[in-house]
């Protein structure tokens, strides 16, 4: 009986989760679709490590990250019918991207649900990639309505929804990033390193791995801000997350996948997060060093390797795996790097009501090799004092202690603001 409208198809009633044989099977379907991306060596990280460090560049997908392979996957076995009603997704990203180029591939019309907020760059790369088989719809300001209104759109019109990673088509499609790493060094790495959001790569990358080469170590990591997946292997079960940080897009996820738990729950898997301003810092040395501009997910796997306890000589592999970055997101990756690296700090000082009160502060406070790099003052009338908002970088972390002893010493009140306070939110 094939599939009903609506629905994208499923697998056998008798196979409760992806196989590797799910996966080569969706290797033959992308050849010639999607690009086989090259291994490279990374002689930064693998000075660092003493390791032999390849990164897995799925950021040299036509559309800048391997979300194309789940959605060819999925799109190329919808029946005749299916395809005639097309499809449907919503999207702010990478997801939007890989349906657009799918469809305009495979020839099957698609509608792409974008929040309002997605920026015009994204609307018009997606509109460019899927060219005349792709519709885009604008609904919602927010993921989570214009994903309403996709489902919506589905239920109405016939057409298929597309998940981002919960589906099993869609998992054995992004598996494939991990059977081509084998299929170069033509054996399991040591260490295989990939970015979680909803768990689609991870879950496709075990679905292989587990059946090929079962005791090879698998870290799955994810944003500090967004450990949906920590949480539901806590939970012994997907849960959502009440808030979450966004700043790493590609891989801040609420809820992880109901396909995508179980596999990632058996198959061994370590689980690590990292907090966003290590991401930065990733994102800041891949682009000086190696000349790669990643997205935050992008980086996100490489931010981990300090914590993962590498042995010399083990061959890692780090799954690079998204590239689409707004340029205009460069200066607070920068402003997070400094915070997490302890060289950016911000204080509240209030400042005396008279002339010669920022001189002295300057003088007496800031040390040679400070610099304010953020002064936002409050003049109020009939107050001896007065607030500011002052941002300090350090020529280095360990001139904090001496800044502080300095604060104390000063007549003028000055008030740390930690990065764990609410009001940080109105900085960054």
């Given at each position: ?100 180029f ?79 790493i084998v ?15 909803g ?108 914590s ?40 509240l000082v ?9 001189r ?69």
């Amino acid at each position: 009986m094939p599939p009903a409208q609506g629905d994208a198809p499923t697998p056998s009633a008798s196979r409760a989760t992806v196989s590797a044989a799910d996966v080569d099977a969706a290797a033959e379907r992308l050849q010639g679709l999607v690009s086989i991306t090259p291994l490279t060596r990374s002689r930064r990280l693998s000075e660092a490590t003493g390791a032999k460090v390849l990164l897995k560049r799925e950021d040299l997908q036509p559309v800048r990250s391997y979300k194309n392979r789940g959605a060819i996957n999925l799109i190329s076995q919808l029946a005749p019918g299916q395809r005639d009603s097309g499809v449907v997704c919503a999207s702010a990203g990478n997801h939007a991207q890989g349906v657009a180029f799918a469809c305009s591939t495979l020839e099957v019309p698609a509608r792409i649900f974008l929040p309002r907020t997605t920026p015009r760059q994204k609307r018009d790369r997606v509109a460019a990639i899927g060219g005349d088989f792709v519709e885009i719809v604008v609904s919602g300001s927010t993921y989570d309505a214009a994903a309403a209104a996709a489902a919506e759109d589905a239920e109405q019109t016939g057409a298929t929804l597309v998940p981002a990673f919960d589906h099993p088509m869609t998992i054995a499609g992004q598996g494939t990033v991990t059977r081509e790493i084998v299929g170069v060094i033509g054996h399991a790495p040591d260490v295989l390193v990939v970015p979680v959001g909803g768990g689609g790569l991870l879950a496709g990358s075990l679905a292989w791995l587990r059946e090929q080469y079962p005791y090879a170590r698998v870290v799955g990591v994810e944003p500090a801000g967004a450990a949906s997946m920590a949480a539901a292997l806590v939970a012994g079960s997907p849960v959502t997350l009440e808030d979450i940080d966004p700043f790493v897009d590609g891989a801040a996820v609420r809820r992880v996948g109901d396909h995508t738990f179980p596999i990632v729950r058996d198959g061994n898997a370590e689980l690590v997060s990292v907090p966003e301003g290590a991401v930065c810092q990733e994102m800041l040395a891949m682009y000086q060093t190696e000349g790669i501009i990643t997205e935050p997910a992008g980086a996100l796997a490489a931010a981990a390797l300090p914590s993962l306890g590498i042995l010399p000589d083990q061959t890692v592999v780090v799954v690079v795996s998204g590239g689409n970055n707004d340029v205009l997101r460069y200066a607070e990756v920068v402003e997070r790097a400094l915070v997490h690296e302890g060289r950016k700090h911000y204080f509240l000082v209030d400042f005396p009501q008279e002339p010669g009160a920022l001189r002295g502060f300057l003088r007496d406070v800031l040390g040679p090799d400070d610099d304010i790099a953020l002064f936002e003052y409050t003049k109020r009338n009939n107050r001896e004092t007065g607030p500011a908002l002052v941002g300090i970088e350090l020529g280095s972390r360990d001139d904090l202690r001496p800044l502080l002893d300095r604060m104390a010493r000063s007549p003028i009140e000055v008030e740390p603001i930690p990065p764990d306070s609410p009001l940080f939110r109105f900085i960054l």
